[in-house]
C-alpha cells in the first residue's frame, strides 16, 4: 500500500519561493503508471489540483499556476517535490501530494503552510 | 475549464440518516466523477471513482450515481465517523476540478 508524507516549510514571506516534497512509500515513482500530483485548499475554498508528474518524468500543469509552478521527481529518494514562486498571501493553504489515476487516491495528511512576512 | 457545483454546501443529520448529495458539472463528463471524504486531522480518502464504483474498503452504506452532468452521493445510515466533509470532483479533463464541499454535521 502506498503512503504519502508532505514535508517543508510552514511559513515562507510573500515573494518568494515555496518548496515541498512529497516521501512515498510501499512504491516506486517510476513503477506502474501512476501520476504523482499537487492539490491544495485555501482556507474556506475548494480544493485546488496544482499539477502533477507522471511515471516517465512528464508534467501538466494547471493553467491558473502554470506561469509559476514546477513539479519534480527524484526515484532515488523516492520523493516528489513542488515548487511554487512569488508567493503571496492568496497562496497559503493545505497542500496535499496524492497519486493521481482516474481518481486521487491515496492522498498524503497535508500540510498548511502560510505566506506571511 | 469544467465547473463544479456541489449541494447542499451544509447538511445537518443524525445517527441513522441517510443522506443524499449531488453535484453537477458545467458539461458533460460521462461517469468521470470522483467522490471524496476530508474529515480533520485525516488524509482525504476517495469513496467513490467513476460515479458508481466503489473504492476498496469503502462500506457499502456509499453509493454513487449519475451520469453526464448531474451526480449524486448517498450516504445511509450515518454512524459518528461519517460527519465530515464531502467532495465532488471531476476527472473528465484538465484542469481537474473539484466541488465546493459539502459539510456533514451532527444535528
Known amino acids: 500500500q502506498v503512503q504519502l508524507q508532505e514535508s517543508g516549510p510552514r511559513l515562507v514571506k510573500p515573494s518568494e519561493t515555496l518548496s515541498l516534497t512529497c516521501n512515498v512509500s510501499?512504491?516506486?515513482?517510476?513503477?506502474?503508471?501512476?501520476?504523482w500530483s499537487w492539490i491544495r485548499q485555501p482556507p474556506g475554498k475548494e480544493l485546488e489540483w496544482i499539477g502533477y508528474?507522471?511515471?516517465?518524468?512528464?508534467?501538466n500543469y494547471n493553467p491558473s499556476l502554470k506561469s509559476r509552478v514546477a513539479i519534480s521527481a527524484d526515484p532515488s529518494k523516492k520523493q516528489f517535490s513542488l515548487q511554487l514562486n512569488a508567493v503571496t498571501t492568496a497562496d497559503t493553504a493545505i497542500y496535499y501530494c496524492?497519486?493521481?489515476?482516474?481518481?486521487?487516491?491515496?492522498w498524503g495528511p497535508g500540510t498548511l503552510v502560510t505566506v506571511s512576512s | 475549464d469544467i465547473q463544479m457545483t456541489q449541494s447542499p454546501s451544509s447538511l445537518s443529520a443524525s445517527v441513522g440518516d441517510r443522506v443524499t448529495i449531488t453535484c453537477r458539472a458545467s458539461q458533460s463528463i460521462g461517469n468521470f466523477l470522483n467522490w471524496y471524504q476530508l474529515r480533520p486531522g485525516k488524509a482525504p480518502r476517495v469513496l467513490i471513482y467513476a460515479a458508481a464504483s466503489l473504492h476498496s474498503g469503502v462500506p457499502s452504506k456509499f453509493s454513487g450515481s449519475g451520469s453526464g452532468t448531474e451526480f449524486t452521493l448517498t450516504i445511509s445510515s450515518l454512524q459518528p465517523e461519517d460527519f465530515g466533509t464531502y467532495f465532488c470532483q471531476q476527472s473528465f479533463s484538465a484542469p481537474y476540478s473539484f466541488g465546493r464541499g459539502t459539510k456533514l454535521e451532527l444535528q
Open positions: 496524492a497519486v493521481q489515476l482516474r481518481y486521487f487516491g491515496p
Open positions: 508528474i507522471s511515471y516517465a518524468g512528464s508534467t
Open positions: 510501499g512504491g516506486s515513482i517510476t513503477g506502474g503508471t501512476n501520476y
